[in-house]
């Protein structure tokens, strides 16, 4: 059987790759097709897909139904050969599974063959047998497990009943809870009780603490470990912001795997968290921090032994809080109910609430059997936050959607800043956590205190200040920005005797910087000793209450709590990030020392130049990764910075890029070179403030405003640049003549206003299309990168043109991208045709922005509108090169207004019938 359909796919293969079954919840488009089928050969291969998939195209859609039909045939073949294998007793082949099966060989190990190693062969064939033996049985306890969790799914998505069984279950734990109440009211209210006499108490029951309330599950799985299953098989996928990826799940749901697939969407203690006690504690820090301590707690009390249980209740002064939605009970059933129905992270909070078990663990604990796994970017790109999560990547297949910033991304999510008032926050806390209990550590524990200590004060003093004073009160002598290489920052700040790397162990596995932060909350806030204070802070009447003699109580952590929330996470949490930053490798990493005025505005930032070390173990352990996006270009970033960089051959990755699905004449892309008075537009930082070029560029806009219907989008490189340009044209009365056509509105800097700015231009757009009066629509003056350039739709009426003002290159004089740039021309290899690669990543920065601006409009079939970039350095071809396709393919230069004008005009006035 096996053979017949693995022949089967590899004529399919060979022949067409759309010979694949993809159901889809309508006729897919030819693109979509293209993409399904080119996303499956990705997957089945085990390479790296980039894919490009303009938005408006059902880039989701495609991904979706492209994804799981890949991973249902993969299942279907993984139970065929498990068939067989089980009924010949014994696999055929010496990894025990068909070639087809196992991990692709690009993420293979090659271990040695028994005959290579060089033993007799009597002990080659033992081995062998025993290897087989043990597969065999390893695949019928699988096969019951997996057969097990369906029948157990399949009763909750079909009998009702079951469904709520978690919910059925806080209502009796509900009612147990009445009654005990009921009990205790009416003991209270009785007399003295009977005395008994002797020989009697053995028959009174003693008191009764019921398993759940001791901490342990009235179940029969007694052992986290128990829902630890296999992982198997599946799709991690993950987009930016919550919303991408709730829309995303909404997509699942409509689609033909809706009703049949194990989807788990995860996220933060902060989205899931359903502890009111614990929520409004804020910060996610805090949250986590709270949550580990309350889990901490219970395992504790699940440890202790009978006999212990007496003298720890003596000692210990207060019980600690447990999580009561944290039973194992309920977790099973909230995982199987997750695991039975597609939800997302709201639907997945509500469930909980219901059922009074907590969604985070809940999520947690339905990942190994989940086929489809939602996360939100941070939790898959960073180690640390991927293990704590239970996330195994080790031949899985990761989906890494809007992955236009990927890069940018992973740069920021292990570039670690330090304050200088972190620094010393952190400096005084840990002091003082070393007089409260130094006596009572021991000398390992004082050791690595010591050189936390001694750290904090190099750093301090680094920056110029010193660690033993106010940091809001010292001022530094020095002001500015110096960068270093991370052997430099270690030599001069006088710590290169200090082993980084044991430091780092040292306050991972002693959890130090969580015990000073229970320290800190128990007495409050814990200050740098010389700041002046108008009032004793908790700490400092603790301090006094130490004093012989001392008649003021220390703080309670009731009254500590009323000051709590929300309060910044641990100062050191920050200083042990920026510490697992300095043992980069010297190379890919650069310390920024910022001095500004006073010692706690200042700041210590490491810089990542090389994302590839934070992604090279994604594409090493994973089957095969897609990074997808609706604008992708210029993918030479990704091929080389990103992959070349993670150790992935060039033959691995492979890219995908389709076309829009609005006819061609759907859109106008032109680049104009000059103005309506020839003006050569030049936006170069040199030449885009003089006064002529203003004007031009005003003059430009009336032209436009006057030919197109409804709504302009115009793009401006920076707040700055556009604030001087209105500036401009409302002393020279352009603004006015502006309003004649179009109402014109500018992107608020607040992101609190932009809901609220839109909701008029799209209102105001609406109107005018009604009224047929002289004023047409509405222009809205935008920043490139700023709050409208992206996960913005100006569909239809609401962006009949897009106008991009001049090049939004980065701020060249930065120094880190300065020291980027250099770092990419050393590292990278340079052919001699190119420009260099530093050169090269400030052109593709700039023209991922702009293709991110002008991708708002057009966002599906019906649509049109018109793109027009402002500068003669759009025509040279190196820079259109680096358009996406759909655009690229039909952009027209326009060396002189009047031409660029009378298509303008055609276009809209022929499209005008179509809307
Ligand atoms: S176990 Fe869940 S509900 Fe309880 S505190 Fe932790 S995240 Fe919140």
Not at 162 to 167: E, H, N, T, V
Request: hydrophobic share 35%; with cysteine; proline share 5%.
């Amino acid at each position: 059987m096996r053979s017949t359909l693995l022949s089967r796919i590899m004529a399919d293969e060979t022949q067409e790759a759309g010979g694949i079954h993809f159901p889809f919840p309508f006729t897919p488009y030819a693109i979509q097709k293209d993409f399904m089928a080119a996303l499956y050969q990705v997957l089945e291969a085990g390479k790296i897909g980039i894919f490009e998939s303009p938005t408006g195209t059902g880039k989701s859609l495609s991904l979706i139904c492209g994804a799981l039909s890949w991973l249902r045939d993969f299942e279907q073949k993984k139970r065929q050969e498990e068939e067989r294998l089980l009924e010949a007793g014994a696999p055929t082949s010496s990894d025990g599974l068909a070639p087809a099966l196992g991990p692709p060989p690009s993420c293979q190990g090659s271990p040695g063959t028994p005959e290579a190693t060089g033993e007799p062969d009597w002990i080659t064939q033992f081995v062998q047998k025993k290897e087989e033996r043990d597969l065999v049985d390893r695949l019928k306890e699988e096969q019951v497990r997996r057969k097990k969790r369906e029948e157990r799914l399949q009763q909750i998505r079909h009998n009702a009943k079951l469904r709520f069984a978690a919910k059925r279950m806080r209502q009796e734990d509900e009612e147990t809870e009445r009654l005990l109440r009921l009990s205790s009211e009416m003991l209270a209210a009785g007399t003295e009780p009977e005395q008994v006499a002797s020989g009697e108490e053995e028959l009174v029951l003693a008191e009764y603490e019921s398993d759940e309330e001791k901490g342990v599950p009235s179940g029969v799985d007694v052992d986290e470990d128990d829902l630890d299953e296999e992982h198997v098989t599946k799709i991690y996928y993950c987009s930016r912001t919550h919303s991408q990826l709730a829309q995303f799940v909404h997509e699942v749901q409509k689609s033909p795997f809706g009703q049949d697939t194990r989807l788990v969407s995860l996220g933060s203690r902060q989205n899931l968290c359903v502890n009111g006690d614990v929520r409004k504690l804020g910060s996610v820090q805090l949250i986590n921090d709270r949550c580990v301590e309350m889990q901490r707690s219970k395992h504790e009390r699940k440890s202790i032994t009978e006999e212990e249980e007496p003298t720890r209740r003596r000692r210990r002064q207060e019980p600690r809080a447990t999580c009561p939605f944290y039973s194992h009970e309920r977790l099973q059933l909230l995982r199987d109910e997750v695991l039975a129905g597609v939800k997302d992270v709201e639907q997945l909070v509500a469930l909980g609430k219901e059922a009074r078990a907590c969604p985070y663990y809940g999520g947690r604990f339905a990942i190994p059997a989940a086929q489809l796994v939602v996360l939100p970017y941070q939790m898959l790109l960073h180690a640390p936050t991927r293990q704590a999560a239970g996330i195994r990547l080790q031949g899985q297949v990761v989906v890494i959607d809007e992955a236009h910033n990927l890069i940018d991304t992973i740069t920021n999510i292990h570039s670690m800043e330090v304050r200088g008032s972190q620094l010393c926050q952190a400096h005084s806390q840990l002091l003082q956590y070393t007089e409260r209990y130094g006596k009572r550590l021991k000398a390992k524990n004082l050791m690595y205190i010591k050189q936390l200590l001694y750290l904090l004060e190099k750093f301090v003093a680094v920056l110029g200040g010193n660690i033993k004073q106010n940091p809001n009160t010292q001022t530094l002598s020095q002001a500015g920005t110096e960068l270093k290489t991370i052997n430099d920052f270690l030599f001069q700040s006088k710590i290169d005797n200090i082993n980084l790397f044991k430091v780092r162990r040292y306050c991972e596995k002693s959890k130090i910087s969580r015990k000073l932060l229970g320290f800190t909350e128990r007495y409050g806030a814990v200050l740098v000793p010389s700041m002046e204070q108008p009032k004793l802070s908790g700490f400092q009447v603790f301090l006094q209450s130490l004093q012989p003699g001392a008649t003021v109580a220390p703080a309670t952590p009731a009254e500590a709590e009323e000051d709590r929330s929300p309060r910044p996470a641990s100062p050191l949490m920050h200083v042990e990030g920026f510490l697992e930053a300095l043992t980069t490798a010297n190379q890919d990493g650069r310390v920024i020392l910022s001095r500004q005025g006073s010692l706690s505005q200042s700041s210590l930032k490491f810089l990542l130049l090389n994302p590839a070390v934070h992604f090279a173990q994604v594409v090493k352990e994973c089957r095969a990764v897609i990074i997808a996006g609706g604008t992708m270009q210029p993918v030479s970033d990704f091929r080389e910075q990103l992959l070349a960089g993670a150790g992935v051959e060039a033959e691995r990755v492979v890219e995908f890029s389709c076309g829009h699905v609005i006819p061609p004449d759907h859109i106008l892309p032109l680049i104009i070179c000059s103005g309506p008075s020839n003006q050569m537009l030049d936006f170069t930082y040199q030449k885009r403030g003089l006064p002529q070029m203003m004007d031009e560029t005003g003059r430009i806009l009336c032209n436009l405003c006057n030919v197109v219907p409804g709504g302009v989008v115009c793009f401006f490189p920076s707040y700055e640049y556009q604030h001087q340009v209105c500036a401009h044209w409302e002393k020279s009365g352009l603004l006015a003549r502006l309003t004649i056509r179009k109402r014109i509105f500018q992107e608020p800097k607040k992101a609190n206003r932009v809901e609220q700015v839109l909701l008029e231009y799209s209102r105001c757009i609406k109107h005018c299309g009604q009224a047929r009066g002289t004023e047409t629509g509405a222009l809205l003056l935008s920043v490139v990168g700023g709050k409208m350039s992206e996960g913005i739709n100006f569909s239809d009426d609401l962006g009949r043109c897009v106008v991009m003002v001049g090049m939004p290159y980065p701020n060249i004089m930065s120094p880190e991208l300065q020291e980027k740039m250099a770092y990419l021309d050393q590292m990278l290899p340079r052919a001699p045709s190119q420009a260099r690669p530093g050169k090269a990543l400030v052109e593709n920065l700039c023209m991922k922005a702009v293709n991110q601006s002008i991708g708002r409009a057009i966002r599906h079939q019906k649509d049109f509108a018109s793109i027009v970039l402002l500068d003669q350095r759009y025509a040279s071809p190196a820079i259109q090169a680096k358009l996406p396709a759909w655009i690229r393919d039909r952009v027209e230069v326009k060396a002189t207004f009047g031409p660029a004008f009378a298509a303008l005009r055609k276009f809209h006035r022929e499209k005008a019938g179509l809307s």
